[in-house]
């Protein structure tokens, strides 16, 4: 079965950095974009970054564009989200996904579970 578990979620204070992980099995996703969403309680679901798993195109949502960085390593089938200068509005559930189109959370065909993330002012 396909999976994506999240890791590397936990609070950090207002100017810091993270790193989230997002380990990927049980298909080759070579043909897939890997993305990066959001949400807040009681907020949709957002955009975040996304990265093409075989060329690494990357693309990011304005809110997070300078701070943010979406990298994978191939051999370990993992992605990554380095995210420095968190800010409080960062605070979220931070969720992996993999889908064919950029940003299209509706699309995405395997979700994890989500990773929290807090950042305290």
């Known amino acids: 079965q396909v999976q994506l578990v999240e890791s590397g979620g936990g609070l950090v204070q207002a100017g810091g950095s993270l790193r989230l992980s997002c380990a990927a099995s049980g298909r080759t996703f070579s043909s897939y974009v890997m993305h990066w969403f959001r949400q807040a309680p009681g907020k949709e679901r957002e955009f975040v970054a996304a990265?093409?798993?075989?060329?690494?195109?990357?693309y990011y949502g304005d809110s997070v564009k300078g701070r943010f960085t979406i990298s994978r390593d191939n051999a370990k089938n993992t992605m990554y989200l380095q995210m420095n200068s968190l800010k409080p509005e960062d605070t979220a559930v931070y969720y992996c996904?993999?889908?064919?189109?950029?940003?299209?959370?509706?699309?995405?065909?395997?979700w994890g579970k989500g990773t929290l993330v807090t950042v305290s002012s």
């Open positions: 996904a993999a889908g064919r189109l950029v940003g299209a959370r509706g699309g995405m065909d395997y």
């Open positions: 990265i093409a798993w075989s060329g690494g195109n990357t």
